[in-house]
């Protein structure tokens, strides 16, 4: 299956699918999101912004690959959750075979669980997290490298959310 930018109103169930391809760009989901299946999700360059709609977000692939897009004024995030929306969601985030992300998970108000694996010889995910509450559930014998949260521009997150990010550091 093969995602292109631009709005996914009513959210995103992609079932049943091998692989997911995410071309390069901007996603803005309005509800939940669902991916269940075996394979790869990838896309290099990508930015998910998930609206004030956005509640159940879940991701289960045997493999992540997801890279950040190349923009100045997106901060190196690769996912996003605005402030506005509905917060006390759980996130699941599980790549059991692979993940192979690099770039910023911004969901304040919410709890994020990632249960992953980093593949021998690979890249290891550089990573940063702000959430409520981050649980890691990482496969013996890989190591994760978090990356220091640091503050974002007002054009991304406001006032109460990049103080919420500086007590990260």
Known sequence: VTLYPGNYCGGLDVPNARNVTLMPGRYFINGHV?????????????????????????????????TAMADKALEDIVA????????GNKIQIEARDGFQTSGTWYFPGDEIEFR??????????EISVIAQMVAFDVAKGSVLSLKPARSLPESIAPAVARKAVQLIN
């Open 80 to 87: 996003y959750k605005e402030p506005s929306a509905k917060i």
């Open 34 to 66: 669902t991916v269940d299946a075996s394979g790869l999700i990838a896309g290099e360059g990508v930015y998910l912004h998930f609206t004030s709609a956005a509640e159940n977000i879940d991701i289960k692939r045997s493999r992540i690959a997801l």
């Open 116 to 125: 992953i694996a980093i593949e021998a010889g690979k890249p290891q995910p």
